[in-house]
Structures are given as structure tokens and as C-alpha cells.
């Protein structure tokens, strides 16, 4: 079955840090560019940042620059976002993409409240 499956969500309080894992399955992972994106309530779905087939992590939003990292591990056949130096503003579902297959994630809450 093809799919992504997020995991690594949760509350934090604003300055602390998440991993979000992404696992892949059904695809031949090593060859896909791979996304994160997230939708706050109430507003659109925005990119967070893309690895490439190659490791490269590239387009970070300017919001997370500085903050988050994205990278994947073909042998696991994941990609991961960690995020530090989390603000309120990160609070938003993060969804995993593999653009090419135009596949989606179920999504993970992440939370970040004092």
C-alpha cells in the first residue's frame, strides 16, 4: 500500500524542541523529493520545507529558517523534520508530501503553549 505515516506530534512549551517522522511504504522511497507542510487553524497550507532525492534540504519557509531542519533516511525510508526554538505560531497540523505521487500524510498535531 502506498502511504505516508506521520508521527512525533505533541505539546510543547514555546522554546522546545520536536522530531516528526514520516514513514514510507508502497514506493520506492529513494527516488521521490520529499515535503513537509503545515495548516494552522484557520489558514492555508504552507510549505515548510523540501529534502531532495539527494539529501538536500531546500525552500524553508522564512518563518522556520534558522529553526528547522529537514532530513530523510532512505534506508529507513523516512524523512524527518526537527524543530527547534518551537513558537506558538509552529502550533499547526504537519502534514508529510511526496509531490510527484501527489501523496499525502494523515497529518500530526504539533502544539506549542506555555
Known amino acids: 500500500q502506498v502511504q505516508l505515516v506521520e508521527s512525533g506530534g505533541g505539546l510543547v512549551q514555546p522554546g522546545g524542541s520536536l522530531r516528526l517522522s514520516c514513514a514510507a511504504s508502497g514506493f520506492r522511497f529513494s527516488g521521490y523529493v520529499m515535503s513537509w507542510y503545515r495548516q494552522a487553524p484557520g489558514k492555508e497550507r504552507e510549505l515548510v520545507g523540501t529534502v531532495t532525492i539527494i539529501g538536500t534540504s531546500i525552500n524553508y519557509a522564512d518563518s522556520v529558517k534558522g529553526r528547522f531542519t529537514i532530513f530523510r533516511d532512505n534506508a529507513r525510508k523516512s524523512v524527518y523534520l526537527q524543530m527547534n526554538n518551537l513558537k506558538i505560531e509552529d502550533t499547526a497540523v504537519y502534514y508529510c508530501?511526496?509531490?510527484?505521487?501527489?501523496?499525502w500524510g494523515q497529518g500530526t498535531q504539533v502544539t506549542v503553549s506555555s
Open positions: 508530501h511526496a509531490p510527484r505521487l501527489t501523496l
